[in-house]
């Protein structure tokens, strides 16, 4: 066998779904000496990632840590703690991440009402509402907060409250929407909640921050029956995450690195600051794509600021303008999922890669692209609505 030569990576501007890059800061955090993960050092580590994991998701849930694992960890983390065979479970589904909630409570043996909504529109409280009334003894809602897939958001405040008056508990996916966009865990009374580290928070993929309040550390340690994963089994973790630090598994030293270095550079920019970044950058690009006749796909007034799902114009070859973008500018953008493949391209603007240099830079390439796959695009139009 011939070894293969040493690995290179290209340098990307990923405006993609996610990985969004990371900053040089994050990398370097990564590549620092190994530690053990019950080292003192590490454990104080663990403690200031906990803290901060609070501070970003507007917490004070003490039961706040990374999951080892990507953001789809973090969802199982959340089901397979809360749902018991026979629960019954309302998910709200307009997209591929509500569909992946779907399956994974079903796995749990969790009897599973879909409220649906078209692909690109937000869930409106009132379906909820009416699944609520249906099902006879609601355990548990889940709602994705930031699909992806769509760049739709659904609002979460009038969902959680009709939620709680049925007695069940609010289960929110925020693995885009956390650091690029409002998300009050505690205000919005959200028992359970998952992210990832690769979307808005810039940091490489490999944990799920997670974060249970009371109430839902409650149901999870009440359960009739085991938790079926042994690996995400809250009470398990609790010990390790927790005073005891008693060996679960060995945690990604330098994942968790990279997170405390990520975490410290959104606190270091305020929240509202970084919220206020994913928007502007989000309208400049939503005005120049107007200039030049495109619009995006999603539900107006649901639109998100860091993944813009923009609509493929006729007589366009939406595969070879993505191929384009990646090797000749080494642009990677996003293709559409499901009922949208073909249909649009998914443009993040997501944590470090949300600025205002990024947008000139894909407008540029992306115009460009468009002339060359037939399609007469005015590029100078575009660049000047980007003020
Ligand atoms: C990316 C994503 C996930 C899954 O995260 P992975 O890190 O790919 O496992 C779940 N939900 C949403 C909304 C996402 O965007």
């Given amino acids: 066998m011939q070894i293969a030569p040493a690995f ?20 370097a955090a990564m590549s620092q000496p190994l530690v053990g993960h019950l080292d003192p050092v590490f454990v ?19 039961m706040t840590f990374p999951i080892s694992g990507t953001g789809s960890a973090g969802m199982e983390f959340c089901f397979v703690n809360l749902v018991e065979p026979g629960d019954e479970v309302i998910v709200g589904v307009n997209g591929v991440f509500g569909t992946r909630m779907v399956d994974v409570a079903e796995r749990c043996g969790a009897r599973v009402t879909k409220v649906e909504s078209g692909w690109g529109n937000s869930i409106a409280p009132q379906q909820i509402a009416e699944a609520l009334r249906t099902v006879s003894k609601p355990k548990l809602v889940a709602i994705v907060h930031a699909e992806t897939s769509t760049g739709a958001l659904t609002p979460v405040e009038e969902i959680s409250k009709l939620t709680h008056d049925a007695g069940a508990l609010l289960l929110l996916d925020t693995v885009t929407s956390l650091g690029g966009c409002p998300v009050r865990i505690d205000e919005w009374n959200v028992d359970a909640v998952y992210s990832g580290t690769q979307k808005c928070l810039s940091c490489p993929p490999g944990l799920a921050p997670v974060s249970l309040n009371a109430r839902a550390l409650e149901v999870a340690r009440r359960r009739r029956t085991k938790v079926q994963s042994w690996y995400l089994d809250v009470n398990l973790l609790a010990s390790y995450w927790g005073q005891e630090r008693v060996y679960h598994h060995t945690a990604p030293i330098s994942m968790n690195y990279a997170l405390h270095a990520a975490l ?51 007589g366009v070859d ?70």
């Fill in 264 to 314: 410290r550079l959104v606190l270091e920019e305020g929240l509202e600051n970084r919220w206020r970044r994913h928007k502007q950058n989000h309208l400049a690009l939503k005005s120049a794509l107007a200039a030049i006749g495109l619009e995006l796909a999603s539900q107006d007034g649901h639109q998100l600021w860091q993944l813009n799902a923009v609509r493929v114009p006729q």
């Fill in 44 to 62: 104080k580590m663990m403690e200031e990632l906990k803290t901060m994991l609070r501070a970003v998701f507007l917490t004070r849930n003490d």
């Fill in 318 to 387: 939406e595969a070879d303008v993505r191929k384009r973008l990646l090797n000749d500018f080494n642009i990677e953008v996003g293709a559409g999922l499901g009922p949208l493949k073909g249909k649009i391209w998914r443009v993040g603007l997501m944590g470090e890669t949300s600025s205002r240099e990024n947008v000139r830079l894909f407008l540029s390439a992306f115009c460009q692209v468009l002339n060359e796959c037939g399609r007469k695009t005015d590029a100078k139009a575009a660049l000047a609505a980007v003020e």
């Fill in 8 to 27: 290179k990576a290209p340098t990307r501007l990923l405006m993609g779904p996610g990985p969004s890059n990371a900053p040089a800061e994050v990398l």
